[in-house]
């Protein structure tokens, strides 16, 4: 049966997260707020956060330099999936990415489905590997974070998850939660 494996040690990971939006702030950025206390609260450590204009050298430049930082081995964005002209993340994710992870984007959805309905076929959520750190890319609507998170990334990323988690995925991890 999936879940966690209490018997297991848990292993924090570094984290950063980045909302792409060209109107919030600090103040104003409840999803990537959400996202932030949510890791945290989970175990994890972040790195970094920040906002970038939804722009795609802007946002390349960002995950560019927080992958070369080894911390960081998971960067969440939040904003720009949707399909609005000035919507871009995923056409600036993705050249990053050596793989696409499609079962994020396929659980992502069948658990939005259950909060806003069909409207979830407006996402194009995407998650994948860029050098040996992942990238996961969610609406930014609050809400379309807290469906990201719980019950999704938060077992991902939680190296007690069973069968498997990306933890194990990770170099500093390979041999301890494989």
Known sequence: ??????????HPLGMAVLTISDTRTLETDTSGGLL????????????????VTDDIPAIQAYLRAWLARPEIEVILTTGGTGFSPRDNT???????????MDGFSIAFHQKSLTTVGVSSMQSRALAGQAGDAFIFCVPGSTGACRDAW????????D?????CS?????????DVCA
């Open 1 to 10: 049966m999936p879940g966690i494996d209490p018997s297991l040690p848990f």
């Open 36 to 51: 932030a206390e949510r890791l945290q609260t989970a175990g994890h450590v972040l790195h970094a956060r920040a906002i």
């Open 90 to 100: 995923p056409e600036a994710v993705r050249p990053l990415l050596r793989r696409e």
């Open 150 to 157: 719980d019950g999704l990334l938060e077992l991902e990323c």
């Open 159 to 163: 190296s007690r998850h069973r069968p």
């Open 166 to 174: 990306i933890a194990g995925a990770l170099p500093r991890l390979r």
